[in-house]
Nanobody, 117 residues
Framework: QVQLVESGGGLVQAGGSLRLSCAASGRTFSGYSTGWFRQAPGKEREFVAR????????AYADSVKGRFTISRDNAKNTVYLQMDSLKPEDTAVYYC??????????WGQGTQVTVSS
């Protein structure tokens, strides 16, 4: 069992930055890929970024490529999402999730990110 807690969300002006954290407890992060997803009001949850357990392989949604950076510190059991050049359309609840196989097995409770224009 893995428990995930997101933090770092908040209100920021367009063009600003935030860094989200996803802290895991219960068992080690090692061996798990970690992903960030987001859900805006009235929209389906969408993929944002993912990182493999070693931190070598990353992937991003086209909408955030070049602006967001995912990284991890396995010693701290934490994955980060650095979000720069934020836009109002980035406003959403951001969730982290982990998987050892093809499905995202564990999810956090989410953290709200609001970008004002």
């Amino acid at each position: 069992q893995v428990q995930l807690v997101e933090s770092g969300g908040g209100l920021v002006q367009a063009g600003g930055s935030l860094r989200l954290s996803c802290a895991a407890s219960g068992r080690t992060f090692s061996g798990y890929s970690t992903g960030w997803f987001r859900q805006a009001p009235g929209k389906e949850r969408e993929f944002v970024a993912r990182i493999n357990w070693s931190g070598v392989v990353t992937a991003y949604a086209d909408s955030v490529k070049g602006r967001f950076t995912i990284s991890r510190d396995n010693a701290k059991n934490t994955v980060y999402l650095q979000m720069d050049s934020l836009k109002p359309e980035d406003t959403a609840v951001y969730y982290c999730a982990v998987r050892a196989g093809p499905t995202w097995d564990y999810w956090g409770q989410g953290t709200q990110v609001t970008v004002s224009s």
